[in-house]
C-alpha cells in the first residue's frame, strides 16, 4: 500500500493532497450496527479545520465530509466506509516561488528525491491537509469505543514555545482557541502569539492524549506493543519530531522504587507507565505526549538551493499555521482512537476467551 494504510483489523488508508481536488479514505473493519452520520464526524472536523481563530492558517475549509459508504440508514453496514472532503479553497498561485525551491525544513527536497516529481502546491501529499481524513477516520473510532467500552479520548495544548499549560480542566479545552486547559495561560498565549505573527516566525509546541477508562489487555507484543503502535501513529502525523508514553523522557532520572507503580487491591499507586506494561495497556489511562516542531513555511528569508543546486533565498507566500500544534490536537486524538479501535478488535480476535480470578485493579479504583 506504499505506506498511505494504517491498523490491520481496523484499517485506515488516506488519499488526497492539499490543492488536488479532494481528499478522503477508506475506514475498514468497522464493525456493523453502529449508529453514524456525517455529523457524528463533523464536530471533530470542526474541531481541526484552518481559518477558524487568528491564531492558525487564514485558509478558509469547511471540511464538510461526505460518507460514500459503508453506512445505512444511518448506521454502519460492515462495509467499508469511504470518506470523501472536497478541497475549496486552494491558492495555488501562492506556491509559483517555490515550484523549483526546496523549503528548508519542509518535505520538498525529500519528496524531490524520492519520486522526481513533486506536486508543490501546498506541500500536496506532504501537507497536513491529508490530516483531516484521520480525524473523521478517528470519530468513527472514537464513537465506537466510547460506545462500546466507555473508552474516553481526549487532547489538550499542554506548551506553546515557552509557556505551558497544567491540566487545570477538560471542559476549558472546549472553550478556547488554543486548546488550552488552564484558562490562566490564555493571556500569555494570545500575547505570544501576537508577537511571534509579527516576527513573521513560527513556534513549536507539546500536545498530550489521555485514553481513560482503558481495559487491561490490549497490545500484540512483541512488534505490536500497543506502546509501538501508538508511537508509529504518532510519529506519522506532519511536524512531530517526539513522543513520550507515561514519563517518557524523565525516567532517566528516576530510580526503580519511585518509577514502578505499585499494585494494591484497589488500583496502583501511580502512573509513572503511562498505563501500559509489556506492550499491554494496564487499564490506567494512557498517556501520550507529542512534541511538534515549529513549522517551516516561515516569511523570515532562510538559505536553501532549488533543484538546479543554486544557492537561493526562501521566503515562503501563501498562508500557514504559525504553530502547527494548536491544530494537531484532534489528530493526535484521532490517531489514538485509530490504533485503540485496532487492538480492541485484535484483543477480541484472539483472546475473547481469556480469564482469570485476579481483579482488573485499575478499574477497581474507577468503581
Ligand atoms: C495541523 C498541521 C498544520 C500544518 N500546517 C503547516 C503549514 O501551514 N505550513 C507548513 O509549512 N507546514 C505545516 N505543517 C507541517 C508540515 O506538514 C510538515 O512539517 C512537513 O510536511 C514536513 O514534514 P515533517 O515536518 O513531518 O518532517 C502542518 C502540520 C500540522 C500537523
Same mark, same amino acid.
Given at each position: 500500500?506504499?505506506?498511505?494504510?494504517?491498523?490491520?483489523?481496523?484499517?485506515?488508508?488516506?488519499?488526497?493532497?492539499?490543492?488536488?481536488?479532494?481528499? %478522503?479514505?477508506?475506514?475498514?473493519?468497522?464493525?456493523?450496527?453502529?449508529?453514524?452520520?456525517?455529523?457524528?464526524?463533523?464536530?471533530?472536523?470542526?474541531?481541526?479545520?484552518?481559518?477558524?481563530?487568528?491564531?492558525?492558517?487564514?485558509?478558509?475549509?469547511?471540511?464538510?465530509?461526505?460518507?460514500?459508504?459503508?453506512?445505512?440508514?444511518?448506521?454502519?453496514?460492515?462495509?467499508?466506509?469511504?470518506?470523501?472532503?472536497?478541497?475549496?479553497?486552494? !491558492?495555488?498561485?501562492?506556491?509559483?516561488?517555490?515550484?523549483?525551491?526546496?523549503?528548508?525544513?519542509?518535505?520538498? $527536497?525529500? $519528496?524531490?528525491?524520492?519520486?522526481?516529481?513533486?506536486? $508543490?502546491?501546498?506541500?500536496?501529499?506532504?501537507?497536513?491537509?491529508?490530516?483531516?481524513? !484521520?480525524?473523521? #477516520?478517528?470519530?468513527?473510532?472514537?464513537?465506537? +469505543?466510547?460506545?462500546?467500552?466507555?473508552?474516553?479520548? *481526549?487532547?489538550?495544548?499542554?506548551?506553546?514555545?515557552?509557556?505551558?499549560?497544567?491540566?487545570?480542566?477538560?471542559?476549558?479545552?472546549?472553550?478556547?482557541?488554543?486548546?488550552?486547559?488552564?484558562?490562566?495561560?490564555?493571556?500569555?498565549?494570545?500575547?505570544?502569539?501576537?508577537?511571534?505573527?509579527?516576527?513573521? &516566525?513560527?513556534?513549536?509546541?507539546?500536545?498530550?492524549?489521555?485514553?481513560?477508562?482503558?481495559?487491561? %489487555?490490549?497490545?500484540?507484543?512483541?512488534?505490536d *506493543?500497543l506502546?509501538a503502535d501508538i508511537?508509529h501513529a504518532?510519529?506519522?502525523?506532519?511536524?512531530?519530531?517526539?513522543?513520550?508514553?507515561?514519563?517518557?523522557?524523565?525516567?532517566?532520572?528516576?530510580?526503580?522504587?519511585?518509577? *514502578?507503580?505499585?499494585?494494591?487491591?484497589?488500583?496502583?499507586?501511580?502512573?509513572?507507565?503511562?498505563?501500559? +506494561?509489556?506492550?499491554?495497556?494496564?487499564?490506567?489511562?494512557?498517556?501520550?505526549?507529542?512534541?511538534?516542531?515549529?513549522?517551516?513555511?516561515?516569511?523570515?528569508? %532562510?538559505?536553501?538551493?532549488?533543484?538546479?543546486?543554486?544557492?537561493?533565498?526562501?521566503?515562503?507566500?501563501?498562508?500557514?499555521?504559525?504553530?502547527? %500544534?494548536?491544530? #494537531?490536537?484532534?489528530?493526535?486524538?484521532?490517531?489514538?482512537?485509530?490504533v485503540?479501535?485496532?487492538?480492541?478488535?485484535?484483543?477480541?480476535?484472539?483472546?475473547?476467551?481469556?480469564?482469570?480470578?485476579?481483579? &482488573?485493579?485499575? !478499574?477497581?479504583?474507577?468503581?
Amino acid at each position: 500500500m506504499a505506506g498511505n494504510s494504517i491498523g490491520q483489523l481496523f484499517k485506515v488508508t488516506t488519499f488526497g493532497e492539499s490543492h488536488g481536488v479532494a481528499i %478522503g479514505g477508506i475506514v475498514d473493519g468497522c464493525p456493523p450496527g453502529m449508529a453514524l452520520t456525517a455529523e457524528d464526524l463533523q464536530l471533530d472536523l470542526d474541531r481541526r479545520k484552518p481559518g477558524t481563530s487568528r491564531y492558525t492558517t487564514a485558509r478558509r475549509e469547511e471540511d464538510a465530509v461526505k460518507i460514500l459508504s459503508g453506512v445505512f440508514e444511518d448506521t454502519t453496514t460492515g462495509a467499508s466506509i469511504g470518506l470523501l472532503i472536497e478541497n475549496t479553497d486552494q !491558492r495555488s498561485q501562492d506556491y509559483s516561488n517555490i515550484k523549483e525551491q526546496f523549503r528548508p525544513g519542509h518535505a520538498d $527536497y525529500t $519528496y524531490w528525491h524520492k519520486y522526481g516529481i513533486r506536486d $508543490y502546491r501546498g506541500g500536496g501529499r506532504s501537507s497536513a491537509r491529508e490530516t483531516a481524513v !484521520r480525524v473523521a #477516520a478517528g470519530a468513527i473510532a472514537k464513537k465506537y +469505543l466510547r460506545e462500546q467500552c466507555g473508552i474516553e479520548i *481526549r487532547g489538550y495544548l499542554a506548551q506553546l514555545g515557552p509557556v505551558k499549560a497544567e491540566l487545570v480542566s477538560w471542559h476549558e479545552v472546549q472553550n478556547n482557541a488554543f486548546f488550552c486547559p488552564d484558562p490562566a495561560k490564555l493571556d500569555a498565549l494570545d500575547e505570544y502569539m501576537r508577537q511571534l505573527k509579527k516576527d513573521g &516566525d513560527s513556534v513549536g509546541a507539546r500536545v498530550n492524549v489521555v485514553a481513560s477508562n482503558m481495559p487491561v %489487555g490490549w497490545g500484540e507484543p512483541v512488534f505490536d *506493543r500497543l506502546d509501538a503502535d501508538i508511537a508509529h501513529a504518532m510519529m506519522s502525523i506532519n511536524a512531530v519530531k517526539a513522543i513520550e508514553v507515561g514519563d517518557g523522557f524523565a525516567v532517566v532520572e528516576q530510580r526503580g522504587s519511585t518509577h *514502578r507503580d505499585e499494585l494494591t487491591p484497589q488500583g496502583f499507586s501511580a502512573n509513572h507507565a503511562g498505563g501500559v +506494561l509489556g506492550g499491554i495497556s494496564s487499564g490506567q489511562d494512557l498517556l501520550v505526549s507529542i512534541a511538534l516542531k515549529p513549522t517551516s513555511s516561515i516569511s523570515i528569508p %532562510g538559505k536553501s538551493i532549488n533543484t538546479r543546486g543554486e544557492v537561493v533565498d526562501v521566503v515562503t507566500k501563501g498562508r500557514h499555521d504559525p504553530c502547527v %500544534g494548536i491544530r #494537531a490536537v484532534p489528530i493526535a486524538e484521532a490517531m489514538l482512537a485509530i490504533v485503540l479501535m485496532d487492538h480492541y478488535l485484535r484483543h477480541r480476535a484472539q483472546n475473547m476467551h481469556v480469564q482469570v480470578s485476579t481483579p &482488573d485493579i485499575a !478499574r477497581n479504583s474507577r468503581d
